[in-house]
């Protein structure tokens, strides 16, 4: 009876210490949950201490404070939003893992915000609400406010649903929609908004275009040749160099023109340059990894990924310099109308450059990696050559479009090439003579290896190239096609929505925090 006794208690213990340990599995978990909110709300705090150090004492220094505080949130919510664009592709390709990407990204995000960042921000503090319009210096402190709350909001909505929006957008709505609050709306310039609404679709179609000429290329020249790796020694090269002397005019358009005056002819100089030197290191580093690699295109992989690795820092370290500016113009703004500065510029302080910066790269980090998989995997599936394809569209339509003065979005721009390497790949796939015949010639050689007893080696590689994943690995019936479209639909409407809604929406939730403060002051 005892031992019965005890072998009870013994099992009802046991059980007791297993609710126990999942009680803890999920305590831990749910901590786990909160740690990035927390650290989140942490450095919100240290960035309206920086501010007080700095302006205590001083006219307006509660008002600065707190706004530095929401410069802050708008920060995290740029690194966790817009920097996804940057390396989302060479993530999806897994040229990079998650966390190579994301120290990448914050290091190179910080530089190019710390280095080349500091700017006039003529644009957002006086080009889209008319100045003379809203002459009340405490009445423009709190169109900016509510600006910079309601786009930072915005943009962390996006976040949640999962959809990578301009942020530029997103604070040019917020500023006009607190300007038409404030003096109406004939205090907005409209051929601004005119711009960025035709951005709406300039960005995405360009930068859709020229990652769908890339990768066409590199399909007919590379991918569909019979012998691959002859094709990757005369082209891979040069690609590499197209896109390193597009990183040069890029880099020189986004951030070093911030930094030093540069014509348009030097830029093009520059990236030349960068194309000629780029180009012979680029032949002699293909030549030596070439011949090690079989006939197949996954070996054509190797060749880009250190290619995607350099491209994710450099279009990290440009947007760094250039998108730092919509966490902190609205801030320096404030700083500037608050201090009672009579002088028409707006400067921005180093500590709030600061601010965005690190803000910037601490967003990316804690909330950054589900809008990168959403970007890098999850639209549609990318390798080394699609990822490759879209960090050139991305340089490319820069420079494209700062030359012919068009509107357009770094974000929409990458997250458009994404999309049109997708549908691309759906209409090559179904449409394609020449991979019918490259199939079609594969398969006849494994066939003729399997009936002739060649080697088990040889007839595998032929059947191993007819189902290759970088082939497209989706079969040629057309109803497969459209029971397995390589582009996911329910993305591409979310993320078309969220653009188009994006202005409007962040204008709307800053009309609204306007009156509100109003109403409190």
Known sequence: MNEFAAETRKKTLDKDLEKLAHVEEAASFVARGLVAPGLGL???????????????????????????AIGGYMALNIGANDVANNVGPAVGAKALTMGGALAIAAVFESAGALIAGADVVTTISSGIVDPAAVADKDVFIRLMLAAVIASALWINIATWIGAPVSTTHSVVGGV?????????????????????????????????????????????????????????RLWVPILIAVMAGAFGAYLATKGLKRVVSISGLQIAVLGLGCFVMVWGLAKIGVESQAAELENRNQSLRKLFRLPLIFSAALLSFAHGANDVSNAVAPLAAIVHAASGEESSVVGIPLWVMVIGAFGISLGLVLFGPKLIRMVGGQITKLNPMRAFCVALSAAITVIVASWFGLPVSSTHIAVGAVFGVGFFREWYTANSPRRRAYLERKGNKARAARKQGKGHDEAEAGSAAIGDPDIDDVPVSREEIARRRLVRRAHVMTIATAWVTTVPASAVLAAVIFLLLNLLT
């Open 176 to 232: 006009a929609g607190a300007g038409i609050a404030a003096a109406g709306f004939a205090a907005v310039d409209w051929a601004t908004m005119g711009g960025i609404a035709a951005s709406w679709v300039i960005s995405p179609m360009l930068g859709a275009l020229f990652a769908t000429i890339f990768l066409a290329f590199i399909k007919a020249n590379i991918i569909y040749r019979e012998d691959k790796i002859a094709a990757a």
């Open 42 to 68: 942490l450095f919100l705090a240290l960035s309206g201490i920086i501010a007080a150090l700095f302006v205590m004492g001083e006219p307006g220094s509660v008002v600065i404070i707190a706004a530095a």
